[in-house]
């Protein structure tokens, strides 16, 4: 007997990355799912982001790492709601484990939510959280190949931030080869440079991401 | 990607969906992969190799059918099968207003037992 199911894989994650988008939009809240390579300075750009814009906008944060709690600890110094997501080993958040940890951050009405994925430039491609951006990091010590090596990840992108700029006189990373591309592959995504460290672009970085919290929360008036 | 979940998966669901309509053997599962997904084949097959021992899959062959993205560039009509490069700009006039269709797949398409 032959039976046709037409079933999709990954199904669970999207009916469960569906729902959570309802959620979001129903509260008006922005959320971006922030993913990298271990070590491009996911943790430090959102640090920096934070506090300059936590004076006019209430932001929450959800942290996945494998193990320890030390970027929740940074940015809970930051004086916002933080949720630290362990994933003892998996390489990904998934939709459930977002679901999970946004419920007691959702109550206290956040303009923004922030989803610092595992670093890893693969497996988190994959998987929908509900977000509405995707923003991903690359940083100049890590070469000017990553583009073309992992380019699920970097096609998908709404937002790219290439940071560490400040280190760029030190290395041979090409800025017009990582333009190039980011054009061939998601010509449509939006590119900042950045220094996390010395505060370069993060102006223009914040002022655009400031547009899309107000975009997004004016659909919470409707 | 991660073959060998999304292959426990696949038998999960044929498994569950077989016991509703009494059958006990499987003689053939047919998946629906798309090149945008990033699944590979060759895993999944090695994966689906590894798990139906001792299981009602024993006997069962896989097969795969890969469906590339289709892209038709708006500028000037083109129409491209994408390679796998990933390079969304047309090859024709260089616009980058492109529209992919296809590639996602990813899903069961049917099951035969007995």
């Known amino acids: ?222 | 990607m991660h073959e060998l979940t999304l292959m426990q998966s696949v038998l999960q669901t044929v498994e569950q969906d077989a016991a509703q309509h009494g059958i006990n053997r499987i003689n053939k599962v047919k998946l629906v992969i798309g090149q945008l997904t990033m699944a590979l084949p060759d895993s999944l097959i090695f994966a689906f190799e590894a798990l139906k021992p001792g299981t009602m899959f024993s006997d069962a062959s896989l097969i795969i059918e890969e469906r590339h993205a289709q892209c038709t560039c708006h500028s000037c009509q083109q129409e491209y099968k994408l390679d796998d490069y990933f390079q969304f700009v047309c090859p024709t006039c260089g616009s980058t207003d492109i529209e992919v269709e296809g590639g996602k797949e990813l899903y069961i398409d049917y099951y035969e037992g007995d």
């Open chain 1, 1 to 222: 007997m032959k039976v046709k199911l037409e079933t999709r894989l990954l199904g669970a994650n999207e009916l469960i990355a569906h729902n959570n988008r309802t959620i979001f939009s129903n509260q008006g809240v922005l959320v971006i799912n922030l993913m990298s390579s271990p070590g491009s300075g996911k943790t430090t750009i959102l640090e920096k982001t934070i506090s300059r814009l936590k004076d006019q906008i209430k932001i929450a944060v959800i942290e996945g790492d494998l193990y320890t709690d030390q970027d929740a600890q940074r940015i809970e110094q930051q004086g916002v709601k933080v949720v630290q997501i362990n994933t003892e080993g998996t390489c990904h958040l998934d939709a459930g484990m977002v679901s999970h940890a946004c419920q007691e951050l959702l109550a206290d009405n956040p303009d923004l939510l922030v989803v610092e994925n595992v670093g890893n430039l693969v497996c988190p491609a994959e998987f929908d959280l509900g977000e509405d951006l995707r923003a991903v990091v690359i940083s100049v010590p890590e070469g000017n190949d990553k583009i073309t090596k992992y380019p699920l990840v970097f096609q998908r992108a709404d937002v790219i931030l290439v940071n560490k700029m400040d280190l760029l006189p030190f290395t041979d990373f090409d800025v017009a080869r990582v333009q190039k591309d980011i054009g061939l592959i998601n010509p449509k995504t939006k590119i900042f440079f950045v220094s996390a460290r010395n505060g370069d672009g993060l102006e223009e970085w914040s002022s655009w991401l400031l547009e899309q919290i107000h975009a997004k929360g004016r659909t919470k008036l409707m």
